[in-house]
């Protein structure tokens, strides 16, 4: 099963507030989900997110 974290320790992976955190599940930006009123993340998900952001930032530009 895949490891659960919460927003501090998704913070901390990101080195961003975990405030920001919440934020960016909120509007949908890195993948959570609620239990209740906490969010929590797989962390198997933000690695792949990681891994898509990085994938996208590095691949080449093509000259218009």
């Known amino acids: 099963m895949d490891e659960i974290l919460e927003p501090k320790e998704v913070a901390?992976?990101?080195?961003?507030?975990?405030?920001?955190?919440?934020?960016w599940a909120?509007?949908?930006?890195?993948?959570g989900f609620k239990l209740g009123d906490l969010w929590r993340f797989r962390r198997e998900a933000i690695e792949e997110h990681i891994r898509k952001e990085e994938e996208k930032y590095s691949k080449p530009r093509?000259?218009?």
Do not use: A, C, F, N
């Not at 909120?26 to 993948?31: K, L, T």
């Open 12 to 23: 901390q992976m990101l080195k961003v507030h975990q405030r920001t955190i919440v934020r």
């Open 62 to 64: 093509e000259d218009s």
């Open 26 to 31: 909120e509007q949908g930006i890195i993948p």
